[in-house]
T-cell receptor, first 114, second 109 residues
Framework: DAGVIQSPRHEVTEMGQEVTLRCKPI?????LFWYRQTMMRGLELLIY????????DSGMPEDRFSAKMPNASFSTLKIQPSEPRDSAVYFC????????????FGSGTRLTVV | AQRVTQPEKLLSVFKGAPVELKCNYS??????LFWYVQYSRQRLQLLLR??SRESIKGFTADLNKGETSFHLKKPFAQEEDSAMYYC???????????FGGGTRLMVKP
């Protein structure tokens, strides 16, 4: 089991550019979560999916952020246009139908917008 | 609504000293609680689940329903325990975790 796989690990982009972050959940996990982590705000839930359907996107900061899950093995988080304040570590996590195991997190994407 | 509170943002102890990371929760019903650990620049990893009553890396956590607490304890801290620790609680619907603000543990030599 390779765990939750995120790409890229690091991304440096210029303000105004489009950024796409990718996540492959663990096979058989039917929930997928996107989090943002910063020193100032800690860990923030952006959006989560259940069976590829977005359930709660109330944490998405604004219209510049969008997330998709076209199938059970892939999700993207897109920022367009990016701004310096979007600089953060973005984590993807997945969990199986049962709750006992909690979440499994990916290694994160460290985004720097200059 | 459920809430998880970790009152200490930073906890600093010397190697070999006991450690207690506090976690308080508000929840109606039977809570399902977890502790996650994040070492420097790494992903969050599951450390403990209250349901399994296990001890991992010398850490234990006991659910106290009367005090609505789930404090994480270790009798003798090690330098490699330095990390961010997050307490988390499943919501009423049981589909997502509510995380506390985290506590940074620093173990000094």
């Amino acid at each position: 089991d390779a765990g939750v796989i995120q790409s890229p690990r690091h991304e440096v982009t210029e303000m105004g550019q489009e950024v796409t972050l990718r996540c492959k959940p663990i096979s058989g996990h039917d929930y997928l979560f996107w989090y943002r982590q910063t020193m100032m705000r800690g860990l923030e839930l952006l959006i989560y999916f259940n069976n590829n359907v977005p359930i709660d996107d109330s944490g998405m900061p604004e219209d510049r952020f969008s997330a998709k899950m076209p199938n059970a093995s892939f999700s993207t988080l897109k920022i367009q246009p990016s701004e310096p304040r979007d600089s953060a570590v973005y984590f993807c996590a997945s969990r199986p139908p049962g709750r006992a195991q909690g979440y499994t997190f990916g290694s994160g994407t460290r985004l720097t917008v200059v | 609504a459920q809430r998880v509170t970790q009152p200490e943002k930073l906890l600093s102890v010397f190697k070999g000293a006991p450690v207690e990371l506090k976690c308080n929760y508000s929840y109606s019903g039977s809570p399902e609680l977890f502790w996650y650990v994040q070492y420097s620049r790494q992903r969050l990893q599951l450390l403990l689940r209250h349901i399994s009553r296990e001890s991992i890396k010398g850490f234990t956590a006991d659910l106290n329903k009367g005090e609505t607490s789930f404090h994480l304890k270790k009798p003798f801290a090690q330098e490699e325990d330095s990390a961010m620790y997050y307490c988390a609680l499943f919501n009423n619907a049981g589909n997502m975790l509510t995380f506390g603000g985290g506590t940074r543990l620093m173990v000094k030599p």
